[in-house]
């Protein structure tokens, strides 16, 4: 999707997505958010909560009686609510895809069902939601103690064995996205477990060549990327002092790109559930937003994903 709102300032906090989401709302009213399977006790409390904060309304497809009961032992009132009964979880995607499509919601969140059977749903041939050449990634967006900006991290929940060209598209898809977030000179780091090419290791050399990509102005403008870089060197001023690490990303990094989703996961949930850090999880390179947080995830960065995907949809 084309994301064409503009933001006045770099974000550098979810404070000020969810300022921009809250101008939004104001402005054009609450945003619909559908959910299949939407039975999960953590996702209806998150909606209500974002729904009395006026940035939603929800529309969830799932079983009816464990919907309206969940919402009842959370003490929450179904008023406001569009509740649609649907057993099947395949056929709840497709009708809750179907109504993004027919222009009846915004945004697509994933409810109580796997990432694999929710995407198998989503890229089925008859939807024709996923053009031939196109490549839907994760990004999160991190919120971390003691770093003075947002800090995203892609991909930790959707692309599995990403090949060079694949990597250079999940690599466009996180430019254009931080772009979105006003960061009009990205710094991009490639993790790997050492900062210097080691044959032994693949990944060092196949982020070895787009940093040299990099080198020979292959990036856009204003992009900055290099690697191999360590998890430390990416963030930390003080590693790059000790380890006399001479790079423009070094210390300073706004995207960090891993190599596989079991690490992309990995470092997301550490830094959720070990360091506190605030988070949002949104699909790019989709036709409209799609929310895909963590089943585990607290109702705060489930409203910071909400926050985010309204201002991917933008002005209605």
């Known amino acids: 999707m084309h994301l064409k709102y503009e933001v006045e300032k770099p974000q550098r906090s979810f404070d000020d997505i969810r300022a921009n989401a809250h101008k939004l709302a104001n402005e054009f009213g609450p945003y619909k958010v559908v959910v299949p399977v939407g039975e999960d006790p953590l996702t209806l409390r998150a909606m209500a909560l974002a729904k009395a904060m006026g940035l939603v309304s929800p529309i969830v497809i799932g079983r009816a009686r464990h919907i309206n009961y969940e919402l009842e032992q959370a003490g929450e009132s179904n008023v406001g609510w569009v509740i649609i009964d649907e057993r099947d979880q395949h056929e709840a995607t497709r009708r809750a895809a179907e109504m993004i499509s027919n222009h009846k919601a915004d945004i697509l969140m994933r409810g109580k069902l796997l990432a694999r059977d929710f995407f198998t749903t989503l890229f089925a ?22 770093i003075d900006r947002l800090v995203l991290i892609t991909d930790c929940a959707l692309s599995v064995n990403l090949d060079l060209p ?26 790997a477990a050492v900062e210097t090419v080691t044959p032994g290791m693949p990944v060092s050399l196949e982020e070895a060549v787009i940093a040299k990509m990099s080198e020979r102005g292959q990036f856009p403008k204003g992009v900055s990327l290099d690697g191999p870089l360590s998890l430390d060197l990416s963030l930390s001023p003080a590693a790059v002092k000790k380890k006399k690490m001479h790079s423009s990303v070094a210390g300073s990094a706004d995207v960090l790109v891993v190599d596989s989703i ?31 947080t963590s089943r585990s995830e607290s109702p705060q960065n489930i409203v910071n994903s909400f926050a985010l995907s309204i201002m991917m949809v933008g002005e209605k």
Do not use: H, M
């Open 166 to 191: 694949g990597r250079l598209k999940l690599i466009q898809n996180a430019t254009e996205f931080i772009s979105f977030l006003g960061v009009t000179e990205p710094k991009i780091a490639l993790l």
């Open 125 to 146: 041939r008859d939807l024709a939601l996923k053009n031939s050449g196109e490549l839907w990634t994760n990004i999160v967006v991190t919120e971390l103690k003691d």
């Open 262 to 292: 079991q690490v992309g996961n990995l470092l997301f949930k550490s830094l959720i559930t070990l360091c506190g850090a605030y988070s949002a999880s949104v699909i790019v390179g989709a036709p409209f937003p799609i929310i895909l």
